[in-house]
């Protein structure tokens, strides 16, 4: 995990990456097809959207401050509220519910000491239930970060929670 004056440093890379893409630009438009990118890097920076950090970049980068926040706010991958290192995406849609996705989700729930929606105090896991993560043959299924685990069983969930404590 960085620390402060890391992660101050990445972000003025960021800036400085972006600032160096900007320039290659000559139409306005593509200048701001770049705010996606910047937040993603930002939320993987900080593991979610910081107020202050969206107006640095909208004054370094020249961008509208509304422009970030629309985006921001219209994917559902950003987020305005400090989240986990680890984001626990759990399904409860219809394919995993059919399998057990509700015994699953109340394991998670135990083991983690989170209900749907809530961030551990030390900030190590994000529990959220999904409608589909649109792996449904892989019923019932999670994912941490960027990883699936499908075919859950209590036992399953177990393990590999144990394996990002
Ligand atoms: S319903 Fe769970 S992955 Fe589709």
């Known amino acids: 995990m960085l620390n402060e004056k890391e992660k101050l440093e990445k972000l003025n890379s960021i800036i400085r ?16 097809e770049i705010v996606i990118p910047i937040l993603q890097e930002l939320q993987e920076l900080y593991n979610y959207l ?7 970049i909208a004054t370094e980068l020249n961008l509208p401050l509304s422009k970030i926040y629309g985006v921001a706010t219209f994917y559902a991958q950003f987020t305005f509220t400090p989240r986990g290192k680890n984001l626990i995406r759990l399904c409860t849609g219809t394919a995993c519910h059919v399998r057990g996705g509700k015994r699953i989700l109340q394991t998670a729930e135990r083991i983690l000491e989170l209900k749907d929606g809530e961030t551990s105090k030390d900030f190590k896991f994000t529990l959220q239930t999904v409608r589909c993560l649109g792996t449904c043959f892989l019923a019932p299924v999670m994912m941490i970060n960027h990883e699936y685990f499908g075919r859950l069983t209590t036992q399953k969930i177990e393990t590999v929670l144990k394996e990002y404590e």
């Open 50 to 56: 910081p107020e202050g950090t969206l107006r640095i």
């Open 17 to 32: 990456k972006y600032k160096n893409l900007q320039r290659s630009f000559s139409e306005s438009s593509k200048k701001r």
